[in-house]
């Protein structure tokens, strides 16, 4: 199997407040991780690539410093989003690449953040 | 220009018939093909990869590659009202496998009425 879970599912904050999300692979060891957001009726767009024991790649655009990437084990990573303004409500989705020979992602559940 | 691109649809179909789903990319040197289906306010989930020109079959699902076009499309036999929801088109553009980053198409939005 490839299960990969996250955690919260949903998540409420207030302006100014950090957030973490979870992202695990339950049945398999990730070497690599990925997250996504997607706003409301639009594609995935790739935050960063984080790689274990490794600083995260950050995509184009995506500030580092806001939000802050682990990935601390093989099954684990996790996404802070820090000072969550508004404009930072969306689906954010994680996924995971089995070990070396397949480039296959296996995603999370995704997790819904609203920032009031 | 974007590097996958897809109609947004909405693609109708009855029950029954065939849903045919095109993609096309712009990387000419893209190695690995992805088809995920996404319901409404869920994740995406895997349904088929391919990696080499030609047809490849799973189930009531078929995936078609031409590279030498740079398309790649999705059949759906048989489709149900299930398989209603938005399908993504995936492409591993860099050929270094360290990087694996996938670029998607803005989905296409399959409708099947019963």
């Known amino acids: 199997g490839a299960v990969v879970s996250q955690h919260p599912s949903w998540v409420i904050c207030k302006s100014g407040t950090s957030v973490k999300i979870e992202c695990r692979s339950l049945?398999?060891?990730?070497?690599?991780m990925f997250w996504y957001r997607q706003f409301p009726k639009q594609s995935l767009m790739l935050m960063a690539t984080?790689?274990?024991?490794?600083?995260?790649?950050?995509e184009q655009g995506v500030e580092k410093d806001k939000f802050l990437i682990n990935h601390a084990s093989l099954t684990l990573s996790t996404l802070t989003v820090t000072s969550a303004h508004p404009e930072d409500s969306s689906f954010y989705i994680c996924?995971?690449?089995?070990?070396?020979?397949?480039?296959?992602?296996?995603f999370g559940p995704g997790t819904r953040l609203t920032v009031l | 220009q974007k590097e996958v691109e897809q109609n947004s649809g909405p693609l109708s179909v009855p029950e029954g018939a065939i849903a045919s789903l095109n993609c096309t990319y712009s990387?000419?040197?893209?190695?690995?093909f992805f088809w995920y289906r996404q319901y409404s306010g869920k994740s995406p989930e895997l349904i088929m990869s391919?990696?080499?020109?030609g047809d490849k079959e799973d189930g009531r699902f078929t995936a078609q590659l031409n590279k030498a076009s740079q398309y790649v499309s999705l059949l759906i036999r048989d489709s149900q009202p299930s398989d209603s929801a938005t399908y993504l088109c995936?492409?591993?553009?860099?050929?270094?496998?360290?990087?694996?980053?996938?670029?998607f198409g803005s989905g296409t939005k399959l409708n099947v009425k019963p």
């Open positions: 990387d000419r040197g893209s190695q690995s």
């Open positions: 049945d398999f060891q990730a070497t690599t």
């Open positions: 984080s790689n274990e024991g490794s600083k995260a790649t950050y």
């Open positions: 996924s995971a690449r089995k070990q070396r020979g397949s480039d296959t992602q296996y």
């Open positions: 995936a492409v591993n553009t860099d050929q270094s496998y360290n990087f694996n980053k996938f670029y």
């Open positions: 391919i990696y080499s020109n």
